[in-house]
């Protein structure tokens, strides 16, 4: 079966989905082709932390209902580090607060939000691929129940994610990409608890990083750094706790309720960045262009970031046949993302372990202490949190 379409979508995370959402509401039509089910697509556990940016975005696309009643409002976080907490005010020194929202319930609300009006999702496509993206008409094929589909589309945007077929369909020689790996993961658990705080708590401890987190005023996510090929087996919920509390302040941890764990997994951590992000007729968006370690919380912001330069692109090239944004996406795109992957970066390396040294590990010590204790560090460090503002033409 073959069908057209204005922009074919290659995945349903949260950017394809949004991207889907706002050009749909300004009348550009398009489909979105997701590999796997709805249902994974849905349960995936994510981040949680958004920028006053990506919740305007969710607001503008008409799908902020649950969001508004449900989100919780941070006006900053804490660093733990030397046995202490120190706070980082960042609606002060940023000028804006934080929202706590799982980004599986964002993907939820916009899963909802696609098909109540009418929206075209693929799910389950098999064997996606795409083609002609260095021409005016690009194609999406796929095969769903048994049968070969074919999708013609002026664009293609790649939301793929970091494994997906888009930017791997892109040459060798065309493409440029950057990439640190980090020599250790996260290992996550989500549980039916209250938080340890009311807001967030990314800790520096001589055992390894921790981060306290939330999804609500009723259910916890909490981190500890392991190593990146560290198996879940053999962490069972005692042994994770008992880490959590060590690596914590005195006073932090005596208030840590635990409970069973919903869900656990180990995250490896990585920075990776794509140069370009638009291939003639194909544009890249979200993980299928870059990736930052999970400290900071800039993944699915960059993503909604992306989304928003990419839309206001592509609905002036259908409005006006106007290409100049859509010429100077990858441009404008990487600009934002270097600067948040420098952040990621900065961040990872002064609350993580990357080894014994002593010596490295005072200087860890010493340039948290200046930071949160410098008006000049603390602006620095809740701008970039927060999110840098968008520039003219983003």
């Known amino acids: 079966m073959n069908e057209s379409t204005q922009v074919g979508i290659v995945g349903a995370g949260p950017s394809g989905l949004l991207l889907s959402q706002l050009l749909s509401q300004s009348g550009v039509d398009n489909i979105v082709v997701e590999q796997r089910s709805r249902e994974y697509v849905q349960s995936r556990i994510r981040a949680g932390v958004l920028e006053q940016g990506t919740v305007d975005l969710l607001k503008q696309a008409g799908v902020s209902t649950r969001l508004d009643r449900e989100r919780l409002v941070h006006d900053g976080f804490e660093v733990a580090f030397d046995g202490r907490r120190a706070r980082v005010d960042v609606r002060k020194y940023a000028g804006r607060p934080m929202t706590v929202y799982g980004q599986t319930e964002v993907t939820k609300d916009l899963v909802d939000a696609r098909l109540e009006s009418g929206g075209k999702l693929r799910f389950e496509c098999d064997q996606t691929s795409i083609h002609d993206f260095d021409s005016d008409q690009p194609r999406i094929r796929y095969r769903k129940g048994g049968r070969d589909q074919e999708i013609a589309c002026e664009f293609i945007a790649g939301c793929d994610g970091f494994h997906g077929v888009c930017r791997k369909s892109v040459p060798v020689h065309a493409l440029t990409t950057f990439e640190r790996v980090y ?56 042994r994770f706790w008992d880490e959590l509390r060590a690596r914590l302040p005195p006073e932090t941890a005596e208030g840590l309720v635990t409970g069973a764990s919903i869900e656990k997994s ?17 544009c890249l968006a979200g993980d299928a262009a870059h990736i930052v370690p999970p400290t900071g919380a800039k993944g699915l912001n960059l993503a909604a970031a992306d989304v928003r330069i990419l839309y206001r692109a592509l609905l002036e090239f259908f409005r006006n046949r106007d290409s100049t944004l859509i010429d100077r996406y990858s441009e404008t795109c990487l600009r934002r993302v270097w600067k948040a992957v420098r952040f990621s970066w900065w961040f990872t390396s002064m609350t993580h372990r990357f080894s014994d040294d002593a010596f490295a590990y005072r200087l860890q010590l010493a340039e948290l202490d200046y930071f949160t204790s410098s008006a000049a560090g603390l602006t620095t460090i809740a701008e970039n949190y927060a999110g840098l503002p968008f520039e003219a033409g983003q």
Not at 198 to 221: D, K, P, Q, V, W
Not at 266 to 280: D, I, K, N, Q, T
């Open 266 to 282: 180990v995250a490896p951590l990585r920075s990776f960045v794509a140069e370009p992000m638009r291939f003639g007729r194909l």
């Open 183 to 238: 020599p250790f993961g996260w290992l996550g658990v989500l549980s039916d608890t209250p938080p340890v705080a009311h807001e967030l708590i990314y800790a520096n401890h001589a055992r390894g990083f921790a981060l306290c987190s939330m999804r609500s005023a009723t259910r916890s996510r909490y981190y500890v750094q392991c190593p990146a090929d560290e198996q879940v087996e053999r962490w069972p919920d005692a």
